[in-house]
Structures are given as C-alpha cells and as structure tokens.
C-alpha cells in the first residue's frame, strides 16, 4: 500500500496548493460511500491560534472489497487526523521510503499517516459508536492544515456521513464571534466590495463615453459594456458570498449567483477578445467563415469550463473524480487562450500584406500597431493570471493569501483598462484615421518592420 500512499499524498499537497487559491472553507456536510482510497482530503484551512477544527461522523460501516487479501477489517486503521502545512513534507518522504523498501522498518505494512506521528488523531471509526460522534480539536499553532481521512487497510470500502466545521475565533477568546474564512482569506469580502465598486464605476463612464459619442459607437461597444456589467455583478456577489461565509460558514445562496454572473462574464471576455481581435466592427460588420469557427470553439469551451467549475466548487476535494476534475479545467482554459490568439495574428498577416499592395501605408502602420499591442497584452495578461499567479500562490505564505487575489484583480483592472481605452468610440479611432502628413514617414516604419520581420 505504500506506493499508493505515497501517490495520493503527492497528489495531495498539489490539491491543496491549486484549492487555496479558487475556494474557502465552509461548514460542508460530505457522504462517502464504499469508498477504498488509503487518503481522502477533505477540507484545507488557515488557523490563527485559538481558532478550532470540529469534526462530525454521524454514521459510519465498512466492508471488506469482493478480492481483498484481507481476512477482517480493524476499524483503528481507519480514522482522521488533521496534518499542518509544515508536516507533509515530512509525510511525502517518510511515504516514499516505505513504499521504497517495504520489507524495511514499515514491517512490510506501508505506510500509515494515521499512526506516523505526523499527524494529530482528530477520532477513529472504531471511537465512533451507533449514534455518531463528534471532535473538536483547538489549535495553539498557528499554520495552515488539512482535515484528512486516511485507511490504512487496502481493499476496504468504508462508508460515512462527515460534517467539517472550521473556523477562528476573532480576539482568540473562547466566546469570540466566528470567522469561518481562513486567515489568509480574511481580508476578501472588503476587497471584492472594492473591485465591484470600481467596475461599476467603470461601467457608468464606458455608458456615458458611449452615448455622448453615439454616433461613432459600434456594436462591439454594447458588448464590451455587457462585460463591464457581468464582472462588476460577479465581484459583487463575491463580496456577499464571502461575507456570508465568514460569519456563518455557508453562502446563502449568493455561490449561485456567482456561478451564473461568472459564467456570462468569462464568455463574453473571450468573445471580445476575439472580437476586436478580428476588427469587427471596427473594420469590417461581418466575420469570416474562420472566425466564426473560433467564436464556435471558444463558446462552448467557455460553457464547459463554467461548468466543470461549477463541479469543483461544489463537490471539493472529496470527490474521487476532483483531481481529474482540476485537470479538465485547466486543459479547457488553455485550449481557450490558445484559440482567441489566432484572430489576432491572422489580422496582424492580413494587415501586414494589405499594407504592400495599397498606397494607404500609415493607416495600415496605425492599425498593425494597435493589434501588436493588443496580442501582447493579452498574452501577457493570460500568462500572468493563469502561470505566474499560480507560482507565486505557491511560494506566499498561507496567511497572504488574498495578496493573489488582489494581483488577479489588478491585472484584470489593468487588461481591461487597456482595452476599452484603445477601442473606445471616438471620431478619429486609431483603426480608421489617419492624416495625410503621416503617409510618408508610415511607409518606411514598415518597410522597416518587413526587414526585420
């Protein structure tokens, strides 16, 4: 059972890692059922000193699998334990060399967290009478930690109803009110109230901009003002969901409404991306059979990653499937940002050899500008907030954590900012106008650039 230990804990720190970042904790109520996997996550928190992990079984049964080697179940082999950031290490390694040398000191039984040392015991199924059972532990180190069940018996299934509650105490006073967001997550509900208000302002001057120029807005604007609108709605009901978990551990509901804004949000933001990556609108009121086919990739790759978000979300770190869940997620996102990339570049060529047979040299200069700032923007921005984040969430501290959502937000601020700036609706846009004094020194600009192209 070693090797298997030792995968699933790998496999474990990964997870925790990748779900710092995209949920908090709450109060969850979780079935297993006839479930043989040796560690099971099932919640991940950041405690202040004094703040408490509570634990519930309420039923619990277990049976050998149709096959098992095994000749009885001891329920002692199968229980909790709650491991902080600084002991997994420590677990992976000592994991590693059972399975390494299973005839070592391990006795030729593997490795078992529950046992190890590593760990602090929170209850085993065999404490856990008819009626249920409950722990709750007190925490006097501060760090981050991981609620894990762990069977250290293959070939048993075991089956249970589990309530997780995880929170601080504000003032670390027993009678203090309850914090049910992690610490490094407490500073959210007053930075996504923040976010929403800038967006909403944000929207106010994009519609303003709009009707004072009416007559030179596009088509592209209302959408890129719906964008505008679905963020600042998204972010609000981030703010209340945060706010309603931090003082009573469930959303209220509001997980809904930010699954749905968040879902129009995200496919409108590729929608424009490709949009004004194609010049429609702009340059042309139509789009080309290939560019259609993007918009018919992109779409629907966008409903399925709001949807297997949804998934994750709700089903967390428990589902046997989460893993695989975490991978499908991020092999849709890349396939997205990879595609919004082709509408670009095919305009950049476009302009580039429009450029060499028409006179108009400067207006294909200010263009051809335009789009390179444009794909550099956007590949810096995508880069950024789905690659750098990631690294940098893995070397910050637990108690930071909210410092990756403000750098997510700012550099979304930031993209957006660019955006809307260089394709808002104005008389002389840098797409279509272009002075008579300009066409000359234009020409050489890219004769220049098709030299060092």
């Not at 992690?182 to 208000?197: K, N, R």
């Not at 964008?227 to 706010?243: G, P, Q, S, Y």
């Not at 979304?412 to 260089?422: C, G, R, T, V």
């Amino acid at each position: 059972m070693g090797t298997s230990v030792a995968a699933t804990v790998a496999v474990a720190v990964s997870v925790v890692v990748v779900l710092a970042g995209v949920t908090h904790a709450e109060i969850r109520t979780t079935l297993i059922v006839s479930d043989a996997r040796p560690l099971i996550l099932f919640e991940q928190f950041g405690f202040a000193r004094g703040g408490k992990a509570a634990l519930s079984i309420r039923r619990s049964a277990w049976r050998l699998r149709p096959g098992s080697r095994l000749t009885g179940v001891d329920p002692t082999l199968m229980g909790f334990v709650l491991i902080s950031g600084a002991q997994f290490p420590k677990i992976n390694n000592a994991s590693e060399y059972a399975a390494a040398d299973p005839g070592g000191n391990s006795g030729g039984g593997g490795f078992c967290v529950l046992t190890s040392g590593y760990a602090v015991p929170m209850i085993r199924l065999s404490d856990v009478p008819a009626g249920g059972a409950t722990s709750i532990l007190p925490i006097d180190d501060p760090d981050e930690y991981a609620v894990v069940f762990n069977n250290c018996q293959e070939g048993v299934e075991v089956t249970m109803d589990v309530r997780t509650e995880m929170y601080n105490v504000r003032g670390g006073v027993p009678d203090g009110r309850r914090d049910y967001l992690p610490v490094g997550l407490q500073p959210l509900p007053t930075i996504y109230t923040v976010v929403s208000a800038v967006y909403f302002a944000f929207l106010a001057v994009w519609a303003w901009a709009c009707l004072r120029r009416r007559a030179t807005a596009e088509r592209i604007h209302a959408v890129m003002g719906a964008l505008l609108l679905f963020k600042a709605l998204k972010m609000a009901c981030a703010a209340e969901d945060t706010w309603y978990v931090e003082r009573t551990g469930t959303p209220h509901g509001w997980d809904v409404a930010f699954y749905v804004f968040g879902f129009f949000k995200g496919v409108l933001l590729f929608t424009v991306i490709v949009l004004i990556g194609t010049g429609w609108s702009f340059l042309k009121p139509y789009l080309q059979e290939r560019e259609k086919n993007v918009l018919m990739i992109v779409i629907p790759l966008q409903v399925i990653e709001n949807l297997v978000l949804v998934v994750i979300g709700e089903t967390g770190p428990t589902g046997r499937d989460w893993v695989v869940w975490n991978q499908l997620f991020l092999l849709v996102d890349v396939v997205c940002c990879c595609a919004v990339f082709f509408p670009i570049i095919w305009s950049i060529r476009a302009l580039r050899d429009a450029s060499k047979t028409d006179g108009k040299a400067a207006r294909y200069l200010h263009r051809l500008t335009l789009f390179k700032r444009f794909y550099i923007v956007v590949v810096g921005y995508l880069y950024f907030t789905r690659i750098i984040v990631s690294a940098f969430l893995a070397l910050l501290s637990y108690r930071y954590q909210w410092g990756v959502n403000v750098a997510v937000e700012a550099a979304s601020f930031a993209f957006y900012l660019f955006a809307f700036y260089n394709f808002h609706p104005v008389e002389k846009n840098p797409y279509l106008y272009v002075g008579d004094d300009e066409e000359e020194p234009a020409g050489g600009q890219l004769e220049m650039d098709d030299r060092a192209c």
